[in-house]
């Protein structure tokens, strides 16, 4: 059974900080991979999708790299705002046509 | 491009009522949606995946008699929550896909916040 956690569950830094959240999976047989943005009680903002032949995709500050033989992904945010503050999931989309989400990283950034 | 929406954004209704949940793909057509539950503060779990013409599977553990899913039209799916109780409050969000592939994006609407009384 594929399994998917972030580490860390929540994080508070200050407002310029270069951030670094991670996202495990016990199962390498997946198809792509996913960090997404939930900010309270809204629904999810696409950020980045990696296929599982990738290693990498960039938008803006954000960067996202995929290691699928170790289970891992991290999801690097450069120059820390303020309006980066919600909360961080990562999923990965299974050969049965499933996406698996992680546990989720909360995420304040303080001015 | 690829929006998808719900209806409605938030419901508060009586125990033992039904209430039904509209996932519409606005600028494309979604041969195939999917259904998720999310507790507070927890992650989302899949409820069941639904393609467009035929029956909605369901993942271990949903009941396919109170969470009855219809996907009529390639643009509308709907999720009905029979004879809701409390233990039933949730945020329920829906995505859909246009792609036959894995590998195609979902695309995920803004969340309905169900509240049983």
């Known amino acids: 059974k594929q399994e998917v956690t972030q580490i860390p569950a929540a994080l508070s830094v200050p407002e310029g900080e270069n951030l670094v959240l991670n996202c495990s999976f016990t199962d390498s047989a997946i198809y792509n991979l996913q960090w997404f943005r939930q900010d309270p009680g809204k629904g999810l903002t696409s950020l980045l999708l990696?296929?599982?032949?990738?290693r990498e995709q960039t938008s803006g500050r954000l960067n996202a790299s995929l290691d699928k033989s170790s289970g891992r992904s991290t999801l690097y945010i450069a120059a820390s705002q303020p309006g980066d503050s919600a909360t961080y999931l990562c999923?990965?989309?299974?050969?049965?046509?499933?996406?698996?989400f992680g546990t989720g990283t909360r995420l304040q950034v303080f001015p | 491009g690829a929006v998808v929406s719900q209806h409605p954004s938030w419901v508060i209704c009586k125990s033992g009522t039904s209430v039904k949940i509209e996932c519409r793909s606005l600028?494309?057509?979604?041969?195939?949606m999917f259904w998720y539950r999310q507790f507070p503060k927890q992650s989302l779990m899949l409820m069941a995946t639904?393609?467009?013409?035929?029956?909605?599977?369901?993942e271990q553990g949903v009941e396919k008699d109170k969470f009855l899913i219809n996907h009529a039209s390639l643009t509308l799916s709907t999720l009905t929550v029979t004879s809701a109780h409390p233990e039933d409050s949730s945020f329920y969000i829906c995505?859909?896909?246009?792609?036959?592939?894995?590998?195609?994006?979902?695309?995920f609407g803004p969340g309905t916040r169900l509240t049983v009384t």
């Open positions: 999923a990965v989309l299974l050969n049965t046509d499933k996406l698996i």
């Open positions: 639904s393609n467009e013409g035929s029956k909605a599977t369901y």
């Open positions: 600028d494309f057509q979604a041969t195939t």
């Open positions: 995505s859909a896909r246009s792609g036959t592939g894995g590998a195609d994006e979902q695309y």
């Open positions: 990696i296929q599982s032949s990738q």
